[in-house]
């Protein structure tokens, strides 16, 4: 089992920059497929991007794709999330979410909230205009 942790949320203006950061404990964040996620007030838990176990491969929501950059630093058992140029649309609590299963058989399943088993308690991202 794997516990997580985000952090490097805050208020920043369109057009700046956060650095998220996911800490595991439990287990080594190479064991897991981990994955970011984010919803805003009023709407559903949004897929934004997700890394497999070993970081071989990643997959990034079209909406991010270009701005937002995933990397993880085994020595820190972490994950981030680096969020350029943001936009308000942007703006919303941003999960970090793993699963023991290294990789998914298809992008819908990637996406899928209910197919990563753990989760953190989000951190708050707010993109002024």
């Known amino acids: 089992q794997v516990q997580l942790v985000e952090s490097g949320g805050g208020l920043v203006q369109a057009g700046g920059s956060l650095r998220l950061s996911c800490l595991a404990s439990g287990r080594t964040v190479g064991a897991y497929l981990m994955g970011w996620f984010r919803q805003a007030p009023g709407k559903e838990r949004e897929f934004v991007a997700t890394i497999s176990a070993g970081g071989g491969s990643t997959y990034y929501a079209d909406s991010v794709k270009g701005r937002f950059t995933l990397s993880r630093d085994g020595a820190k058992n972490t994950v981030y999330l680096q969020v350029n140029s943001l936009k308000p649309e942007d703006t919303a609590v941003y999960y970090c979410?793993?699963?023991?299963?290294?990789?998914?058989?298809?992008?819908?399943?990637?996406?899928?909230?209910?197919?990563?088993?753990?989760w953190g308690q989000g951190t708050q991202v707010t993109v002024s205009s």
């Open positions: 979410a793993a699963d023991a299963q290294p990789w998914k058989s298809s992008y819908s399943m990637l996406r899928t909230p209910s197919e990563y088993s753990y």
